[in-house]
T-cell receptor, first 114, second 112 residues
Framework: ETGVTQTPRHLVMGMTNKKSLKCEQHLGHNAMYWYKQSAKKPLELMFVYNFKEQTENNSVPSRFSPECPNSSHLFLHLHTLQPEDSALYLC?????????????FGPGTRLTVT | DAKTTQPPSMDCAEGRAANLPCNHSTISGNEYVYWYRQIHSQGPQYIIHGLKNNETNEMASLIITEDRKSSTLILPHATLRDTAVYYCIVRPANQAGTALIFGKGTTLSVSS
């Protein structure tokens, strides 16, 4: 499945570093999402962008900063992270406005904070 | 919070049908039932969805009870590659910008 791509696939960063995760969807969708999946936990919704506007921030700490410059690209800027932020970060997209929808996920970025 | 209840784990022999149950007793009239699965360390993958009629596609069948309070995902001939966590999710139709809320799902282990 190459409809939603994420880079990098793996990232190791120190607590004082600044890095960014990138997501790109090639499906013509108008909504994009960031999810976090910690070890042995369910996926947690972080942010929702609908038509490039942020419509949901699920009480995410400010050390995570999303950016959606257009409907095809989504970034997650990271700074001063904690070891407990180590997780799989998943991006997804969907086409809103249909009666039903499918959410397409990228392969994820495996983040390790040291 | 997830609005569904699923068994934490199930086992299935390769080649046999895998029947994964889901309880959604508080489902509303305009909510669809969706099934996704997540193979280890990959992004979740859409499988099937339904409102009130039974549905079938190339991956699976979805059986929804008449009162819509529960459903069953059926993988007719499970293979080792079907080993994954399966999520049952309910979501209203036409609710723009509302993401899927995942629960803990059912870990299906298919063995030879």
């Amino acid at each position: 499945e190459t409809g939603v791509t994420q880079t990098p696939r793996h990232l190791v960063m120190g607590m004082t570093n600044k890095k960014s995760l990138k997501c790109e969807q090639h499906l013509g969708h108008n909504a994009m999402y960031w999810y976090k999946q910690s070890a042995k936990k369910p996926l947690e919704l972080m942010f929702v962008y609908n038509f490039k506007e942020q419509t949901e921030n699920n009480s995410v700490p400010s050390r995570f900063s999303p950016e959606c410059p257009n409907s095809s690209h989504l970034f997650l800027h990271l700074h001063t992270l904690q070891p407990e932020d180590s997780a799989l970060y998943l991006c997804a997209s969907s086409q809103e406005g249909r009666v039903y929808y499918e959410q397409y996920f990228g392969p994820g970025t495996r983040l390790t904070v040291t | 919070d997830a609005k569904t209840t699923q068994p934490p784990s199930m086992d299935c022999a390769e080649g046999r049908a895998a029947n994964l149950p889901c309880n959604h007793s508080t489902i509303s009239g305009n909510e669809y039932v969706y099934w996704y699965r997540q193979i280890h360390s990959q992004g979740p993958q859409y499988i099937i969805h339904g409102l009130k009629n039974n549905e079938t596609n190339e991956m699976a069948s979805l059986i929804i009870t008449e009162d819509r309070k529960s459903s069953t995902l059926i993988l007719p001939h499970a293979t080792l590659r079907d080993t994954a966590v399966y999520y049952c999710i309910v979501r209203p139709a036409n609710q723009a910008g509302t993401a899927l809320i995942f629960g803990k799902g059912t870990t299906l282990s298919v063995s030879s």
